[in-house]
């Protein structure tokens, strides 16, 4: 009877090892400091990823649209390729979106991907800039359009009376109303949709700078260098 143990006694070790447990999770800062990771901000957002893949994918539709109109339609005329750079963003946002977050010292990979994805953010919305002021001129540009139909072109010109007058040539056109009224449609649909982007972008950038430079796990260390006390600030 001297070398038995009560219940009473047994339970009360019990909840000062799991206090101690406890107590040494929260020094060393293992699941606290993991459930603070995966907190709601850590991860990329989905939104905006997915909205850089619809307008890229719109931009570049409506830019082939415009080429099966005439094949004399310059690059700048139709930004496909501004479409194209935006899917590509678009992908680099679903993989940090797919990435678990960790200290970006212990993650080399992880940073090159959002420093990437920063610079082309940042490219995407120069970009767009450009693709607007392109689109803004020709829009200006067909809205001051004389055309006439000369066989299987249509030729432009934007003062008809006078003879020195600079002339427009597009090819594989046998209806000059789409020069006149669909392509000026075409052109303001990838300003409003150039814009957009510019704007989603500009989030875009603007959330990796914040989550490298606000968002941050600050601390003093305690016991070993291996183990620290992690606080979000």
């Not at 339970?11 to 447990?21: I, L, P, Q, S, V």
């Not at 390729?81 to 992908?91: E, K």
């Not at 070993?224 to 992690?230: E, G, K, L, Q």
């Given at each position: ?8 006694g ?14 040494g ?37 409506v ?33 940090l ?126 016991g ?7 606080q979000?600030?």
């Open positions: 009877m001297g070398s038995g143990t009560s219940p009473m047994s339970a009360g070790g019990g909840n000062a090892t799991a206090g101690k447990e406890k107590k999770q929260a020094e060393t800062g293992g699941p606290v400091l993991e459930e603070a990771q995966k907190c709601c901000g850590c991860r990329f957002p989905l939104l905006v990823a997915l909205l850089q893949l619809l307008l890229g994918i719109a931009v570049a539709a830019a082939f649209l415009m080429v099966a109109i005439s094949s004399s339609l310059l690059a700048r005329e139709t930004p496909h390729w501004a479409g194209i750079i935006m899917i590509v963003v678009s992908l680099l946002g679903f993989i979106f797919c990435i678990t977050r960790v200290p970006d010292e212990r993650a080399s990979a992880q940073f090159i991907v959002k420093l990437l994805y920063f610079f082309l953010c940042t490219m995407g919305l120069v970009i767009s800039a450009v693709v607007i002021a392109f689109q803004c001129y020709h829009y200006a540009l067909t809205n001051s359009y004389s055309c006439k139909e000369m066989g299987e072109y249509c030729l432009c010109t934007l003062d008809p009376e006078d003879p020195i007058a600079r002339t427009f040539t597009y090819s594989s056109v046998t209806d000059c109303s789409a020069i006149v009224s669909t392509l000026p449609m075409y052109y303001l649909l990838q300003m409003v949709l150039n814009l957009a982007q510019a704007i989603v972008c500009l989030v875009g950038a603007f959330l990796m700078w914040k989550h490298r430079y606000q968002v941050f796990f600050a601390g003093l260390q305690t070993s260098p291996s183990t620290h006390n992690w979000k600030v």
